[in-house]
């Protein structure tokens, strides 16, 4: 009989919360970004005469500089240092547009573009006034950004399958908005499935931290390391064998159902 046959639950949980780079070491490699090459942005009005233009503009009457505060965010929460394997964003073409629809990223390194709708930006503003219109606008952008910066699972499909390498795209993106104070407080919900993507797989990705404070950079590097890549091998990969997605996902709706039977 093996011995992992028989170990407590208890060690088993231990087992599975620890990381072999987790810890004093993680913060250690973390850079000051200092020498971090921030890309160009373009940004174009094509909003000019509406309501949510006039209000954009003025509560962002600088967006080159505002995109760029919010790239550095995305880059910190996806990498150690600016001298990871980055994807070499060198433009940014940002639009505000009088459409439907919130906001969306299109490209490839070295060039991408972001829309952003004004429309969008009125409707934020009918909840919640100015500061509802910078929260959502910087949360939107967070998550439009880590598709600029994010690395890309390989051997597993394409993001239009809507299987794994979709789930990676949109949790991560959800994650780093999350990790970053980007949705509003209340937003994690039991239930689901952590195939589900944008913030239902986002908010366990965030969890997952408190397992490795740096799983989302791990988990980000995993496209690199993962070939082909797994989600479940991607969480092993990182957390350790014993520790697969379902187990984790179930231990995370225990967590999620205490907490509000807490409240």
């Not at 208890?10 to 987790?22: D, G, K, T, Y």
Request: with cysteine.
């Amino acid at each position: 009989m093996k011995t992992e046959t028989v170990l407590p639950a208890l060690m088993l949980l231990v087992l599975c919360f620890m990381s072999p780079f987790s810890g004093a070491f993680s913060q250690e490699r973390v850079s000051d970004w200092s020498r971090f090459r921030y890309p160009e942005v373009n940004f174009v009005n094509r909003a000019e005469g509406t309501k949510g233009w006039e209000i954009y503009n003025r509560i962002i009457p600088d967006p080159g500089k505002y995109i760029g505060a919010t790239v550095l965010e995305v880059v910190k929460t996806l990498y150690w240092s600016e001298k990871d394997s980055i994807p070499d964003v060198r433009k940014i073409n940002y639009a505000l547009r009088n459409v439907d629809g919130i906001s969306a990223k299109g490209g490839a390194p070295p060039e991408i573009t972001i829309f952003y709708s004004s429309r969008w930006v009125e409707k934020a503003g009918l909840v919640g006034g100015d500061g509802k219109i910078l929260f959502e606008t910087r949360g939107v952008l967070l998550h439009e950004l880590t598709h600029g910066f994010q690395l890309e699972p390989q051997g597993i499909g394409t993001y239009g399958d809507g299987g794994e390498f979709w789930i990676f795209i949109e949790g991560m993106a959800d994650a780093v908005r999350i990790r970053n104070n980007g949705f509003p407080q209340g937003n994690r919900k039991p239930g689901g499935s952590w195939r589900d993507g944008y913030q239902r797989t986002g908010y366990f990705l965030d969890w997952l931290t408190a397992k490795d404070p740096d799983f989302l950079r791990k988990f980000n590097r995993s496209a690199l390391d993962v070939v082909p890549w797994g989600f479940d091998k991607a969480i092993k990969h990182i957390l350790g064998e014993r520790c697969s997605v379902d187990a984790l996902w179930d231990e995370y709706q225990e967590y999620l159902l205490t907490q509000q039977a807490a409240e």
